[in-house]
């Protein structure tokens, strides 16, 4: 990774953290639903000397890997990341760590892999390669900080529009998505955006307004051009 790459990938991981940047990092549903799932996955990652754990947003996709974004496990160890099966929030039940971290070299994305395989009733629908299309309308999903910056207990959903194409912290493809009744806050990164019933992204940006405007833009990382690596990494 080189010198530019670094500092965005440090950027990325400082807004994971809440440290205010240029460029906000997606966090969690402000507005927008209370929806189920059985296969989105809370995520706590603790840090080598500190105490607070920061949250993000995962998707299964077996029974061992969970994808997410890579700001949300970089600075852990590989059993630093608790994951919790679990659509509440308030009551999450059992935790299950991982043992494993891999980071994308080239996005901002992860696989973990799951010390103890957890078998749920379906998992995440990877496409076969989804292409881009301006208009588009689908869902993103996340836990954590809802509307004016209240707490919420359930896993929630935002209707949103693809409106453009982005980057990420990387400068791969994102879609620029435009929040119908809701948009992402803070602990919703790595969460899926789906179009119909496919997870064609994760959220990787967002804003800082979204506490108080839920028409807010947000940015998923377009999961077709690396299916490969995901494949490759998951064993497949």
Known sequence: MNIFRKACAAL???CALGIPAMTPQAHAISGGEEASSPYIVQLRINHPGQ??????????????????????????????????????KANPGEKV???????????????????????????????????????????IYGFGRGFEGKDVTWLRRAHVRVIGEGTDSYWQDTYRLK?????????????????????????????????????ENSG?????????????????
């Open 12 to 14: 990325a991981a400082a």
């Open 51 to 88: 105490e607070k754990q920061n949250k993000c947003t995962g998707s299964l996709l077996n029974d061992s890997w969970v994808v997410t974004a890579a700001h949300c496990a970089e600075n852990t160890n590989q059993d630093g990341i608790e994951v919790y099966v679990s659509n509440n």
């Open 97 to 139: 760590l991982t043992d494993r971290i891999e980071l994308s070299p080239s996005a901002d994305l992860a696989l973990l892999h799951l010390s103890t395989p957890k078998q749920v009733s379906e998992y995440a629908h990877l496409t076969a390669g989804h292409q881009f299309k301006e208009g588009e309308e689908g869902y």
């Open 179 to 215: 929040g119908l009744d809701g948009t992402s806050n803070h602990g919703d990164s790595g969460g899926p955006f789906l179009i119909g019933d496919e997870l064609v992204g994760i959220n990787v940006t967002g804003s800082h307004t979204a506490d108080y405007y839920i028409h």
């Open 220 to 236: 998923s990382l377009q999961l077709t051009p690396h299916l490969q690596w995901i494949h490759q990494t998951m064993g497949m």
